[in-house]
T-cell receptor, first 108, second 114 residues
Framework: KNEVEQSPQNLTAQEGEFITINCSYSVGISALHWLQQHPGGGIVSLFMLSSGKKKHGRLIATINIQEKHSSLHITASHPRDSAVYICAVSWIGNQFYFGTGTSLTVIP | EAGVTQSPTHLIKTRGQQATLRCSPISGHTSVYWYQQALGLGLQFLLWYDEGEERNRGNFPPRFSGRQFPNYSSELNVNALELEDSALYLC?????????????FGSGTRLTVV
């Protein structure tokens, strides 16, 4: 069983659509991270959450600690948002567990 | 400000050889993390170094090792390479061991073992 589960695995959206990616985890965590990986492998850290909600531009991340669940939302999606989005949780000893990623394709 | 830099970008080795991968953290960051992303698998945590010490390691055999230098740069060494070691190896750095301030990834080294 994976400590971090993401859904969906693949997602295709039309430009302008509202997108939600979900992440559930089974371990106690110190923080949850959302990462964006573009083709070629480069990774950008989007958000680090330990509670509540964060917003950066068109991206919104929420976390519910009691339900061990987080969502990443993208409003007004754009083709440049096409990437793999990875949920990761960190806990004691800075051990990280990663979801397998959600591959997002936004079609113009 | 320079980001996390990794070298080389690509590395091709033969089975049984050793590979050395390098990572320079962002200035002011003392922690370096190494991850493996094998084809078809997600990211997996390899090693965490902070202030020159190995603080934690993931579920990898001892032939995966590394070190952190006084300037906080780090090396990842993989001995006795196996075909399944072919992967993208990513390095990240953070300020101290506190990832609550977020952490920054390098662009990775793609290791191919033939």
């Amino acid at each position: 069983k994976n400590e971090v589960e993401q859904s969906p695995q693949n997602l295709t959206a039309q430009e302008g659509e509202f997108i939600t990616i979900n992440c559930s985890y089974s371990v106690g965590i110190s923080a949850l991270h959302w990462l964006q990986q573009h083709p070629g492998g480069g990774i950008v850290s989007l958000f680090m959450l330990s509670s509540g909600k964060k917003k950066h531009g068109r991206l919104i991340a929420t976390i519910n600690i009691q339900e061990k669940h987080s969502s990443l939302h993208i409003t007004a999606s754009h083709p440049r948002d096409s990437a793999v989005y990875i949920c990761a949780v960190s806990w004691i000893g800075n051990q990280f567990y990663f979801g397998t990623g959600t591959s997002l394709t936004v079609i113009p | 400000e320079a980001g996390v830099t990794q070298s080389p970008t690509h590395l091709i080795k033969t089975r049984g050889q050793q590979a050395t991968l390098r990572c320079s953290p962002i200035s002011g960051h003392t922690s370096v993390y190494w991850y493996q992303q094998a084809l078809g698998l997600g990211l997996q945590f390899l090693l965490w170094y902070d202030e020159g010490e190995e603080r934690n390691r993931g579920n990898f055999p001892p032939r995966f090792s590394g070190r952190q230098f006084p300037n906080y740069s780090s090396e990842l060494n993989v001995n006795a390479l196996e075909l399944e070691d072919s992967a993208l190896y990513l390095c990240a750095s953070s300020m101290g061991g506190n990832t609550n301030y977020g952490y920054t990834f390098g662009s990775g080294t793609r290791l191919t073992v033939v």
